[in-house]
């Protein structure tokens, strides 16, 4: 196995476990990955999800001695299957965190960026060095790239296939903070218990408006906004929230 779970109040840690390859992707990491996602979705007691990667990697790319001899039918199979298990981590209701504790390149970088959230550590570094292997990124990550630091940026990037340290990720826009090494894990942990004391229904109507609205126009995105703010309503969580809030005491909102 390469997926290690572990859950606590309300967080799930998914660690991506192949050390002795620096946490590289091959298929049975993204079968895995896709299986794990899948577990702690349909988990109640899970709210939050935070990833990470065991050893000096969070993920150091694609496996190359996996897809050095791919044909082009096995490509686009292997891009499918990136973009599926990725897009099921962006898509998914719940947000996750990426715990970025070392390299993230190519495919890693690929991964973080379908997280929502990106914290770093000061030894991490980032790129798509997909050129220099005459390949480009095919996880998605031309596309999320250029959503997250502009086309400009994101051509240099993808054009170059340079590396960057952590502070030049963050910024850029493509990570949110950068935290001493030794506080990664603690900080995305305490992250995520602070995001899964709030209403979770809010929380994951706020993913849904920020995923769905960035393709809409402003008119549009306003209206989508305006009809998930709605439809909290009909949920006991604004009434939970705003009597706690009165009462002066913790709000208990349900799963």
């Given amino acids: 196995m390469h997926i290690d779970l572990q859950k606590d109040d309300g967080v799930a840690l998914l660690t991506i476990n192949r050390p ?32 990470t990667g065991a050893g000096k990697a969070f993920v ?14 096995e490509a686009r199979e292997w891009s499918e299957l990136g973009q599926r298990t990725l897009s099921r981590i962006e ?26 959230i990106r914290v770093a550590s000061d030894r991490a570094v980032f ?10 990124a095919g996880f998605g990550g031309t596309q999320r790239l250029t959503r997250l ?27 949110n903070k950068v935290v001493p090494a030794d506080e990664l894990l603690n900080y995305c942990l305490d992250m995520a218990k602070r995001i899964a004391g709030g209403g979770t229904q809010a929380v994951r109507l706020s993913k849904e ?8 126009d ?25 009597s706690a809030f009165l009462e002066k005491r913790e709000p208990k909102f349900k799963p």
């Fill in 20 to 51: 002795e390859a620096i946490n590289a992707l091959n298929i049975a990491v993204l079968e895995e990955l896709l299986e794990a996602i899948a577990q702690v979705e349909s988990d109640d007691d899970v709210r939050v999800v935070v990833i």
């Fill in 60 to 73: 150091a790319g694609a496996d190359i001695v996996h897809m050095s001899g791919f044909s082009p039918e």
């Fill in 149 to 175: 630091v502009g086309p400009g940026r994101a051509k240099e990037i993808l054009f170059t296939g340079d590396r960057y340290d952590a502070e030049s990720a963050c910024r850029m826009g493509l990570v």
């Fill in 91 to 116: 898509n998914m209701k719940k947000p996750v965190i990426a715990a970025v504790n070392g390299y993230a390149l190519g495919g890693g970088n690929e991964l973080a960026m379908a997280c929502d």
């Fill in 127 to 136: 790129g798509q060095p997909e050129v220099k292997l005459g390949m480009i």
């Fill in 209 to 216: 408006a920020v995923n769905r609205g960035q393709d809409l």
């Fill in 218 to 242: 402003l008119e549009n995105a306003f209206s989508l906004e305006s009809v998930l703010f709605t439809a909290l309503f009909s949920t006991e969580e604004p009434h939970e929230g705003c």
